[in-house]
C-alpha cells in the first residue's frame, strides 16, 4: 500500500505560480510511475502530468509549457510546477501513483486526498 500526501495548494492570481508536493509513505516510491491529475467543480477528473520511473514525462495539452512534473526519489516526493496558471486551472489536484491505464490516463492504484488550487482573475 502506498499513501500520498499533497500540498502546496492555494489561491493565486492569474499568471502566478503554485508548487505542489506529492510526499509518498513507502521506500518503493522510486519503482512506481507518478501523475499528477485534477477535478473542477462539475467536471470528470482529468489528466495533468506524469513522470516514468526513468524521468520521462507527460502532459496534457492544456498545460503543456506552462506546468512541469518532476521527482526526487531519495525524497519520496514528487513535484508540480505549475507557472502562468489561469482562471481555467481552478480544481482539486490529485497526486497518483502507479498507472494501470497507460500515461494519459487517470487510472492509477494508488491516490491522494486531494490540495485545493484557486485561480482567481
Known amino acids: 500500500q502506498v499513501q500520498l500526501v499533497e500540498s502546496g495548494g492555494g489561491l493565486v492570481q492569474a499568471g502566478g505560480s503554485l508548487r505542489l508536493s506529492c510526499a509518498a509513505s513507502?521506500?518503493?516510491?522510486?519503482?512506481?510511475?507518478m501523475g499528477w491529475c485534477r477535478q473542477a467543480p462539475g467536471k470528470e477528473r482529468e489528466f495533468v502530468a506524469a513522470?516514468?520511473?526513468?524521468?520521462?514525462?507527460y502532459y496534457a495539452d492544456s498545460v503543456k509549457g506552462r506546468f512541469t512534473i518532476s521527482r526526487d526519489n531519495a525524497k519520496n516526493t514528487v513535484y508540480l510546477q505549475m507557472n502562468s496558471l489561469k482562471p481555467e486551472d481552478t480544481a482539486v489536484y490529485y497526486c497518483?501513483?502507479?498507472?494501470?491505464?497507460?500515461?494519459?490516463?487517470?487510472?492509477?492504484?494508488?491516490w491522494g486526498q486531494g490540495t485545493q488550487v484557486t485561480v482567481s482573475s
Open positions: 513507502r521506500r518503493t516510491f522510486s519503482s512506481y510511475a
Open positions: 497518483a501513483a502507479n498507472p494501470s491505464g497507460g500515461y494519459y490516463s487517470t487510472n492509477y492504484n494508488y
Open positions: 513522470i516514468r520511473i526513468g524521468g520521462s514525462t
